[in-house]
C-alpha cells in the first residue's frame, strides 16, 4: 500500500498526487467538476523547469455523508479517452501498448446522454440491491423480460373537476382502482407527466409509452376529457403489461400512495424517486443476463437492423392508416350523414307531394314513403355516431404505437454506439494496442445492452400482436354491429310496403 497526499479541489472532490512528497500548491487548484475533459495537475517541488507539467490529478468523488458506498475510481482507459490521449505510462520492454477506445464526439447523442456510452467503457461502479435487479432470461423466440410474478391491471374511472386555492386553480383528477390492491387513488394529469419523466429518464433501453397529449385550451370539455382518458386507459395497460415498468418502485408508488389524504408519504416517495442513484450508467448495472456465450454479435447486429427496418415501416403505414380512417369519419360525420339525410327529405318530399291525390288506397303508400325517408334519417344519425365505436379507438391505439416506434430510434441508437465500441475495440487487440481482456470486458458489457434491447423487442412485437388482434376484432365486430342496425332500418321500412 502505497499513501498517497489527498488534495481539496472543490466540494466533496479529493485528488491524489502520485509523488510521495508531492506539496500541492492550494491556490492553482479551483474545484474542478466531475464531468471535466481536462486532467489538473499539481505542482511537486521536485519537478525540473523543463518538465514543469505536473502529474495528472485524478478527481474522484467521496461520498462523506450518505456512507453507502463510493463509486470507483476511473479507469485508464476512461481517463485517457476523456483527455483526448492516454496518461503517459512505462511499460516493460516488450509489452503490448495501452490503446483507449476513443469516445463520442458528439456528447449530446443518446448513447452518451444515456449512460451507455460510460457503461461499456467500465466507468459505472455501485452496490445493487436484489430488488433493483431486472432479469433478462432465453425464452423460446430469444432474450425475454422475466415475467411479473405478480401481474395485475389498473382501472381509470370518473374523471371530475377539482378546484384548489378558494377556486382560483380548477384541474381533472382521475380515480386509479389497481387490481392487486383494489384501493382506490386519484390522480392529476401533471402526475402522469411527472411519471412519464422518472420512468423516461431511469429506464433508456425500454419504451416508455406516451401521454396522450396536453391541450392549453378547452381542458374542461366533456369530449377531450373523454379522449384523454381512453388515452391514459391504454397508456396504463401497457405500463401494467410491462414486466420491468409494472414493478419498478416509482410506478407502485403512484398506484398505492393515497396522495389526498397523506401527502407527506406522496411527497417522500417523488423525492425518492427523483434522487434514484440507480439512473443513467448506473442503470445498466441493474440488468442480469444469461451467459454472454448465448449471443452472437453478428446476428443480433442482424436482428437490430431487421428490426429497425420494421419499425421504419410501420411508422409510415400507421401514418397513413390514421389519416384515412381519420378522413373517413370525418365523412361519416359529416358527409355522410348529410348525404343520407337529404335522401331521406327526398323522400318525405315525394310523400308530400302523394298526399295530394286525397285517395283513400293510397294513404298507405304515402305513410311507407314517409316512413322510408325517416328510416334515410335515422341511417344518417347511425354513419354519424359510428366512428366513436369503431374508428376513433383504432386511431387511439395507432396514436400509442407511434410514441413507442418514436422511442425505438434512441433505444436502437444505444445498442448500436456499444456495438462500434466492441469492433473498436476488437481492432485494437489485432493491432497488439490492448489487452484481450480489456476487450473481453467492452464486449460483456455490450452483451448486456444487447440482451436488454432483444428483451424489449421481444415485448414490444408481443404486445402488438394483443392488441392489434383485440382491436381489429372490436373494430370488425363493431362495423357488424353497424351495418345490421342499418338493415334493421331499411327492413322495416321494408316491411311498412306489405300493407299497402
Known amino acids: 500500500g502505497i499513501f498517497l497526499p489527498l488534495v481539496a479541489i472543490g466540494p466533496n472532490i479529493m485528488t491524489a498526487c502520485p509523488h510521495p512528497s508531492g506539496s500541492p500548491m492550494r491556490g492553482k487548484h479551483r474545484g474542478l467538476p466531475l464531468d471535466s475533459y481536462k486532467l489538473s495537475t499539481c505542482r511537486c517541488p521536485c519537478l525540473s523547469a523543463a518538465n514543469n507539467l505536473g502529474h495528472p490529478i485524478i478527481p474522484q468523488p467521496l461520498f462523506l455523508q450518505t456512507g453507502r458506498y463510493r463509486l470507483s475510481t476511473r479507469s485508464d482507459l476512461s481517463l485517457g479517452s476523456r483527455s483526448g490521449s492516454a496518461p503517459p505510462q512505462h511499460h516493460p520492454s516488450g509489452a503490448k501498448s495501452s490503446a483507449t477506445v476513443s469516445r463520442n464526439l458528439n456528447r449530446f447523442s443518446t448513447f452518451v446522454k444515456s449512460g451507455g456510452e460510460a457503461f461499456v467503457l467500465g466507468e459505472a461502479s455501485g452496490f445493487v440491491k436484489d430488488g433493483d435487479k431486472l432479469c433478462v432470461v432465453l425464452g423460446p423466440y430469444g432474450p425475454e423480460w422475466q415475467e411479473n410474478p405478480y401481474p395485475f391491471q389498473c382501472t381509470i374511472d370518473d374523471p371530475t373537476k377539482q378546484t384548489k386555492f378558494k377556486g382560483m386553480k380548477s384541474y381533472i383528477s382521475y380515480k386509479l382502482v389497481p387490481t392487486h390492491t383494489q384501493v382506490p387513488v386519484h390522480r392529476r394529469y401533471k402526475h402522469f407527466d411527472w411519471l412519464y419523466a422518472r420512468l423516461a429518464e431511469k429506464f433508456p433501453v425500454i419504451s416508455v409509452p406516451h401521454l396522450p397529449e396536453k391541450q392549453a385550451t378547452g381542458r374542461f370539455e366533456e369530449d377531450f376529457i373523454s379522449k384523454r382518458r381512453k388515452g391514459l386507459i391504454w397508456w396504463m395497460n401497457h405500463m401494467a403489461s410491462h414486466p420491468v415498468l409494472a414493478q419498478c418502485d416509482v410506478f407502485q408508488h403512484f398506484l398505492t400512495c393515497p396522495s389526498s389524504t397523506d401527502e407527506k408519504a406522496w411527497k417522500q416517495g417523488k423525492r425518492k424517486a427523483e434522487k434514484d442513484e440507480m439512473v443513467g450508467a448506473n442503470f445498466f448495472l441493474t440488468l442480469s443476463?444469461?451467459?454472454?456465450?448465448?449471443?452472437?454479435?453478428?446476428?443480433?447486429?442482424?436482428?437490430?437492423?431487421?428490426?429497425?427496418?420494421?419499425?421504419?415501416?410501420?411508422?409510415?403505414?400507421?401514418?397513413?392508416?390514421?389519416?384515412?380512417?381519420?378522413?373517413?369519419?370525418?365523412?361519416?360525420?359529416?358527409?355522410?350523414?348529410?348525404?343520407?339525410?337529404?335522401?331521406?327529405?327526398?323522400?318525405?318530399?315525394?310523400?308530400?307531394?302523394?298526399?295530394?291525390?286525397?285517395?283513400?288506397?293510397?294513404?298507405?303508400?304515402?305513410?311507407?314513403?314517409?316512413?322510408?325517408?325517416?328510416?334515410?334519417?335515422?341511417?344518417?344519425?347511425?354513419?354519424?355516431?359510428?366512428?366513436?365505436?369503431?374508428?376513433?379507438?383504432?386511431?387511439?391505439?395507432?396514436?400509442?404505437?407511434?410514441?413507442?416506434?418514436?422511442?425505438?430510434?434512441?433505444?436502437?441508437?444505444?445498442?448500436?454506439?456499444?456495438?462500434?465500441?466492441?469492433?473498436?475495440?476488437?481492432?485494437?487487440?489485432?493491432?497488439?494496442?490492448?489487452e484481450v481482456q480489456k476487450a473481453d470486458g467492452i464486449q460483456d458489457r455490450c452483451n448486456t445492452i444487447s440482451f436488454a434491447t432483444l428483451a424489449e423487442i421481444h415485448h414490444f412485437h408481443q404486445i402488438r400482436v394483443r392488441d392489434f388482434k383485440s382491436q381489429m376484432q372490436h373494430f370488425l365486430q363493431q362495423q357488424i354491429i353497424f351495418f345490421q342496425k342499418v338493415t334493421q332500418k331499411l327492413e322495416e321500412a321494408l316491411h311498412k310496403y306489405d300493407s299497402v
Request: glycine share 6%; net charge negative; proline share 3%.
Open 289 to 434: 443476463t444469461p451467459p454472454a456465450a448465448a449471443l452472437d454479435l453478428q446476428e443480433v447486429e442482424s436482428k437490430i437492423d431487421g428490426f429497425k427496418c420494421f419499425t421504419k415501416k410501420m411508422d409510415d403505414s400507421a401514418l397513413q392508416l390514421n389519416h384515412t380512417a381519420n378522413e373517413f369519419a370525418r365523412k361519416q360525420v359529416t358527409g355522410f350523414k348529410k348525404e343520407y339525410q337529404k335522401v331521406g327529405q327526398s323522400f318525405r318530399g315525394l310523400s308530400q307531394a302523394f298526399e295530394l291525390d286525397q285517395q283513400a288506397f293510397s294513404v298507405g303508400l304515402n305513410q311507407a314513403i314517409a316512413f322510408t325517408g325517416d328510416a334515410y334519417d335515422a341511417i344518417g344519425e347511425l354513419f354519424a355516431e359510428q366512428p366513436r365505436q369503431d374508428l376513433d379507438p383504432v386511431m387511439d391505439l395507432l396514436a400509442l404505437y407511434q410514441g413507442h416506434l418514436a422511442n425505438f430510434p434512441d433505444i436502437i441508437h444505444v445498442q448500436k454506439g456499444a456495438l462500434t465500441k466492441v469492433k473498436e475495440s476488437r481492432r485494437h487487440v489485432e493491432e497488439g494496442k490492448m
